[in-house]
């Protein structure tokens, strides 16, 4: 049976284990979270003593030496392949209990599942910061084997900027393994350079087919047909041999392939201009540039990656039809590309944050919905199970909710940490809209409660939305709302759609329970795109004082 494209909300682990068959997948890309900006020498801090638990509730980012690492690094020596458990007991011996090696035992617990995923023909792209590539290679050396090693890729992802007392760390690394040496490759081309093409491929039989005049010869005398003489010329003489085969060198004559010169001289091969292939790419990416800032592509989501990054790697190692998995999957970059590709996908990601933003991902750029186009794996189903999330933790539960009505999370800081309040003014997520002819985005402010709930909380986004300029404001209440609360928001009045002419409550309270009933919110039916917001966002954001992620 073919696995649905599907995202999972959930640790990795378990999730692999229990949910993805064995030899099912083609291709892997994981960018698991690492903090690089941390010190070298703390990620190595022995974790025992008082100064290094202070530091590891400032580093979020990544995992820490704790009872979890240590019952999975158990589990590997007693549990797992003789060959994982001898290097992964070496590790420890030699790095020592700290975050690194915490890391690292995590990191071959899941990759021990990634490889039993693979299939015999797929491959696995593992992105990494080169604090840790070196330990990570002789993890991937371990489980995949030393010689299904292909590339160490070195992907630019910024400009020089100064360090303190080292060069300016500009790259990520990009590590490729591949299951077994029948592995899927595609090669993938690049456009060649104007200027490049324009210099070299000038010349002109008189046919119209520009051609580059290419060495015949190569350096280093042959003893067999490549040495031998050919049309009066020896290229021993010259210390060289021919690249091709006599019987090679009269085909390629007989074609009108071989340029003579008019004066005499080394004849020269015609590499026609038209049947270039592209340009091979190196393991040196710097033709790929970081997110704009203020791009459209940007989502607001600290670790996104180009689209272009992963597509370049789906398109070298799977076929159409092929299932990519990202067991990381973020803002869904890995899931988009694949997607854009024609691949089926599997994602996982451990917070709500992240499934969220893929959510509206897909239903923006590819019409996609979820639960009708694919499957939503791990979110709660009931009002129990929302009811559970609120309590085990308030901004995965906000961050869940805002998705039930396809509204956006306003940014969140690094790691997909939910900070407090403050920069978003009781904003929580935002629903646009374009309902007239102008192309102006309009928009409605949701603020989410998982708590108790008063008239004063209406009052307030009444408030925050006049302040904001937006159009409608919704209260999203995992509660039961008061009557009072219902009539301040009867009392907010309409807001009058000009481009449907029709009239819609300016202030709306939906609950969980509602939504998970098949409720849906009164709001002009014109949704919009990133992209088509793009232009208005720039000049709106400043008015509105707050920032989404795009």
């Not at 590790?91 to 020592?96: D, E, L, S, V, W």
């Not at 046919?207 to 047909?225: E, M, P, S, V, Y």
């Not at 004063?456 to 986004?461: A, I, S, Y």
């Not at 990133?530 to 400043?542: M, V």
Request: charged share 25%.
């Amino acid at each position: 049976m073919t696995q649905p494209n599907t995202l999972f909300y959930g640790d990795n682990l378990p999730v692999l284990r229990e949910h993805i068959a064995t030899a099912s997948v083609d291709l892997v890309y994981l960018d698991p979270p690492f903090n690089s900006s941390r010190s070298y020498n703390v990620l190595f801090k022995d974790e025992s003593g008082q100064e290094a638990d202070a530091q590891i509730t400032a580093f979020e980012d990544t995992w820490h030496w704790n009872h979890k690492a240590e019952e999975t690094y158990f589990q590997l020596i007693t549990q797992g392949d003789e060959a994982v458990a001898r290097m992964i007991e070496a590790m420890r011996h030699f790095i020592g209990a700290n975050q690194m090696m915490a890391y690292l035992v995590m990191m071959a617990a899941r990759l021990v599942e990634l490889h039993r995923v693979l299939k015999p023909t797929g491959s696995l792209y593992l992105h990494c910061d080169p604090t840790a590539s070196h330990y990570l290679k002789v993890v991937l050396d371990t489980i995949f084997g030393p010689t299904n090693y292909h590339s160490e890729i070195i992907w630019k992802r910024t400009t020089a900027h100064s360090g303190a007392h080292r060069y300016s760390p500009v790259h990520d690394v990009i590590l490729f393994y591949s299951k077994s040496q029948q592995f899927i490759w595609n090669d993938v081309r690049l456009d060649y350079d104007e200027a490049y093409l324009d210099k070299y491929y000038k010349y002109d039989d008189g046919d119209g087919r520009l051609f580059w005049r290419d060495n015949l010869c190569a350096a280093g005398t042959r003893k067999g047909r490549s040495g031998l003489p050919w049309r009066g010329i020896d290229p021993t003489d010259k210390g060289m041999h021919w690249k091709y085969t006599i019987d090679k060198l009269d085909e390629l004559d007989a074609e009108g392939r071989i340029y003579w010169p008019s004066k005499g001289g080394m004849p020269q091969y015609k590499r026609y201009r038209d049947e270039l292939k592209g340009k091979a790419i190196s393991d040196i990416w710097d033709d790929i540039d970081r997110i704009n800032p203020v791009g459209a592509e940007r989502l607001g989501y600290p670790t996104q990656k180009p689209v272009a990054l992963l597509e370049r790697i789906i398109a070298a190692s799977s076929n159409p039809g092929d299932l990519v998995l990202d067991p990381f999957c973020g803002c869904g970059t890995t899931i988009a590309a694949a997607q854009k590709l024609g691949r089926r996908w599997l994602g996982i990601d451990v917070t709500h944050l992240s499934i969220a933003l893929q959510k509206y991902r897909l239903k923006d750029a590819f019409g996609l919905v979820a639960g009708k186009d694919y499957a939503i794996k791990g979110e709660p189903v009931d009002y129990q199970s929302a009811v559970q999330l609120a309590q085990d933790d308030r901004y995965q539960f906000q961050w869940w909710a805002l998705s039930l009505i396809q509204a956006r999370p306003v940014s969140a800081p690094a790691g997909g940490k939910q900070g407090k309040k403050g920069a978003d003014s009781g904003i929580d997520g935002v629903i646009t809209f374009v309902d007239d002819n102008s192309g102006k985005a309009r928009r409605a402010i949701v603020q989410v409660k998982s708590g108790k709930v008063k008239v004063g909380d209406v009052r307030d986004l009444v408030g925050t939305v006049e302040r904001e300029k937006a159009a409608l404001g919704i209260f999203l209440t995992l509660e039961e709302p008061t009557q009072p609360m219902q009539v301040e928001a009867a009392q907010a009045g309409f807001y009058h759609s000009p481009g449907w002419n029709r009239d819609y409550p300016r202030i709306q309270i939906a609950t969980v329970q509602q939504l998970l009933d098949g409720a849906a919110l009164k709001l002009p039916p014109s949704a919009v795109t990133f992209k088509q917001a793009e232009k208005t966002d720039s000049q709106d954001e400043a008015q509105l004082g707050f920032r989404f992620g795009r």
